[in-house]
């Protein structure tokens, strides 16, 4: 079946401008991951979303971005106000709630790039 | 929060050798420990997991192994082959739930 999607797949925006992240989980996983990750680095933790839950915002690094699940399928990333460090990788997951399938699954990544 | 660290953070191997990565991590409710490898300018993609209930799992040839008294976890790869060649992180969940925290990853170079 289909994968993690992302959109788009390469982002170039200028400093002070807001960029909008689009994940399309795998059909039927209640969980959802937002992850950073930098140039030869690791993946940094954002956000998680659980069913029905609210989310898990721990990992946010300012106010600048927040994220949104719609209709517990489609999630967004939104960072306003971009500043050059916040140029990534930014990859999605997603996976079952059940504690015995945690297996995350990856999308292929929004490269973010702000000048 | 809780801490993850592994070690090396590069390993360079000639192929045929063996590789080992050790993964340790704080939180005591942790319950899940998997292994992903992302290959360069690809997504990361679990390659062997392990439950606190059991010691050792096999898969051809990786394997982990998990102390959970000492809070470390590692990956075995036997008879190491370039295609091995790749970053390695680790990930324990955090209290016993389904979010996972993944470790600064472990570079490893496999040589013909």
Do not use: M
């Not at chain 1, 680095?41 to 979303?49: A, S, T, V, W």
């Not at chain 1, 971005?65 to 999630?75: D, I, M, N």
């Not at chain 1, 996976?95 to 929004?110: A, H, I, L, M």
């Not at chain 2, 592994?6 to 005591?28: F, M, N, R």
């Amino acid at each position: 079946g289909a994968g993690v999607s992302q959109s788009p797949s390469n982002k170039v925006t200028e400093k002070g401008k807001d960029v909008e992240l689009r994940c399309d989980p795998i059909s039927g996983h209640t969980a959802l991951y937002w992850y950073r990750q930098s140039l030869g680095q690791g993946l940094e933790f954002l956000i998680y979303f659980q069913g029905n839950s609210a989310p898990d915002k721990s990992g946010l690094p300012s106010d600048r971005f927040s994220a949104e699940r719609t209709g517990g399928s489609v999630s967004t990333l939104t960072i306003q106000r971009t500043q050059q460090e916040d140029s990534a990788v930014y990859l999605c997951a997603s996976s079952f709630q059940r504690g015995d399938q945690e297996t995350q699954y990856f999308g292929p990544g929004t490269r973010l790039l702000v000048l | 929060g809780e801490n993850v660290e592994q070690h090396p953070s590069t390993l360079s191997v000639q192929e045929g050798d063996s590789a080992v990565i050790k993964c340790t991590y704080s939180d005591s409710a942790s319950n899940y420990f998997p292994w992903y490898k992302q290959e360069l300018g690809k997504r990361p993609q679990l390659i062997i997991d392990i439950r606190s209930n059991v010691g050792e799992k096999k898969d051809q040839r990786i394997a982990v192994t998990l102390n959970k008294t000492a809070k470390h976890f590692s990956l075995h790869i036997t008879e190491t082959q370039p295609e091995d060649s790749a970053v390695y992180f680790c990930a324990p969940n955090v209290g016993g739930y389904n979010k996972l925290i993944f470790g600064a990853g472990t570079r490893l170079a496999v040589h013909p």
